[in-house]
Nanobody, 125 residues
Framework: QVQLVDTGGGLAQAGGSLNLSCAST????????TAWFRQAPGKGRSFVVG????????YYADSVKGRFTISRDTAKNTAYLHMNNLKPEDTAVYYC??????????????????WGQGTAVTVPA
């Protein structure tokens, strides 16, 4: 049973930084693609960044390119979303997601079958 736990959200000033964590139990990031999605108030869940660790293939949403990066700590079986130069439009609940082993990285939400519970990020205007 794969479980993902998202942590690290909170309040940040515009222009500031936050680092989100996604701890996995029962599943390995090495064998699957990892992604972060977000859901702003009143909107659907949208793709932020995804990476397949074995191939190195990484996709970013245009809105976060150059500001957000994804990384992982293999020993801790934890993935991270490093968010810099935050903007009010980054306010959302952020979710970590994982594909089944062997699947490639995509921007399609339907590719991801394991989800964290989400962590809220607020960037006041």
């Amino acid at each position: 049973q794969v479980q993902l736990v998202d942590t690290g959200g909170g309040l940040a000033q515009a222009g500031g930084s936050l680092n989100l964590s996604c701890a996995s139990t029962g599943g390995s990031f090495s064998l699957a693609a990892t992604a972060w999605f977000r859901q702003a108030p009143g909107k659907g869940r949208s793709f932020v960044v995804g990476r397949h660790w074995r191939t190195g293939t990484t996709y970013y949403a245009d809105s976060v390119k150059g500001r957000f990066t994804i990384s992982r700590d293999t020993a801790k079986n934890t993935a991270y979303l490093h968010m810099n130069n935050l903007k009010p439009e980054d306010t959302a609940v952020y979710y970590c997601a994982l594909t089944r082993p062997g699947m490639g990285v995509t921007r399609d939400i339907r590719t991801y079958v394991y989800w964290g519970q989400g962590t809220a990020v607020t960037v006041p205007a």
